[in-house]
């Protein structure tokens, strides 16, 4: 995933055989020690959630060993 001059980054991936569709946006903060954003999913999921939309979930990652 290409991360621009601001240090911002998005992506849109398909699981392969399925309708599943994942949608990334994020941006890394604090020196580049921790990345944040949302994360979207959307597809039919197993257990009778057809055309499900999870609507922009938040998300935070921190370097390994900070």
Do not use: I, Q
């Amino acid at each position: 995933m290409r991360v621009n001059d601001k240090r911002k980054f998005h992506g849109t991936y398909s699981v392969p055989n399925t309708n599943h569709v994942a949608t990334v946006h994020g941006k890394f903060k604090h020196h580049d020690e921790k990345a944040a954003g949302t994360l979207k999913l959307k597809g039919s999921f197993v257990g009778g959630c057809p055309n499900a939309d999870t609507g922009p979930l938040n998300w935070t990652a921190k370097r390994a060993g900070t």
